[in-house]
């Protein structure tokens, strides 16, 4: 157990829906990150936050948005939803981001499958 | 852009022998790796890192090689057991934001 949890774990929903996944980063982490993987993208990084505020953007889509609370936990909102954007999607946590350490812990991902 | 990749997508070894997996990255910016291990429905979990002042890193039966002439990272498990059947990542990272860059990975699979 990783300490970076994730919910849900599975969501079935349609085209043109909206959806949000949620993250909370292990106990002291500053630092979240979301990633998507899909069998023929593999693993792509999508969006940073740190301590609230967006650090850097990766692949994301204009659909995508997200944001890191106070309480350091993080939303990932997909909308409107496409056929394409079936994948896993992980969230990671870091204690930091500009000083090493720099190794991530991943929680155990949401499973969205849109039909 | 720039990208990591492995050199073999899978690798089948008898329980008890060594493995080594190989990652080939083309950043010559990377300063640091780590080494993922993703099991069937869960999370990358971590299992080593390296940082590129490093030659060579040991944990508990894994040992991680960075060669960066060549820009190849390699991931040695000692004594593979069925429990180490699973997807093995190598992501590398560079910059301030210090987003991860994943290889494709590699399916290491476990013979008894």
């Known amino acids: 157990d990783s300490g970076v949890t994730q919910t849900p774990k599975h969501l079935i929903t349609a085209t043109g829906q909206r959806v949000t996944l949620r993250c909370s980063p292990r106990?002291?982490?500053?630092?979240v990150y979301w990633y998507q993987q899909s069998l023929d993208q593999g693993l792509q990084f999508l969006i940073q936050?740190?301590?609230?505020?967006?650090?850097a953007k990766g692949n994301i889509l204009e659909r995508f948005s997200a944001q890191q609370f106070p309480d350091l936990h993080s939303e990932l909102n997909l909308s409107p939803l496409e056929l394409g954007d079936s994948a896993l999607y992980f969230c990671?946590?870091?204690?930091?981001?500009?000083?090493?350490?720099?190794?991530?812990?991943f929680g155990p991902g949401t499973r969205l499958t849109v039909t | 852009g720039e990208s990591v990749g492995l050199h073999l997508p899978t690798l089948s070894v008898q329980e008890g022998d060594n493995s080594i997996i190989n990652c080939a990255y083309s950043?010559?910016?990377?300063?640091?790796f780590i080494w993922y291990k993703q099991e069937s429905g869960k999370g990358p979990q971590f299992i080593i890192d390296?940082?590129?002042?490093?030659d060579k890193r040991q944990g508990q039966r894994v040992t991680v090689l960075l060669n960066k002439t060549v820009k190849h990272l390699s991931l040695q498990i000692a004594a593979t057991q069925p429990g180490d059947s699973a997807v093995y990542f190598c992501?590398?990272?560079?910059?301030?934001?210090?987003?991860?860059?994943f290889g494709s990975g590699t399916q290491l699979t476990v013979l008894p």
């Open positions: 990671a946590s870091s204690p930091q981001d500009t000083s090493f350490p720099y190794e991530q812990y």
């Open positions: 950043n010559s910016a990377s300063d640091y």
């Open positions: 992501a590398e990272t560079s910059g301030s934001a210090r987003q991860l860059t």
């Open positions: 390296i940082r590129s002042n490093m």
């Open positions: 106990s002291g982490d500053l630092s």
């Open positions: 936050y740190y301590n609230g505020e967006e650090r």
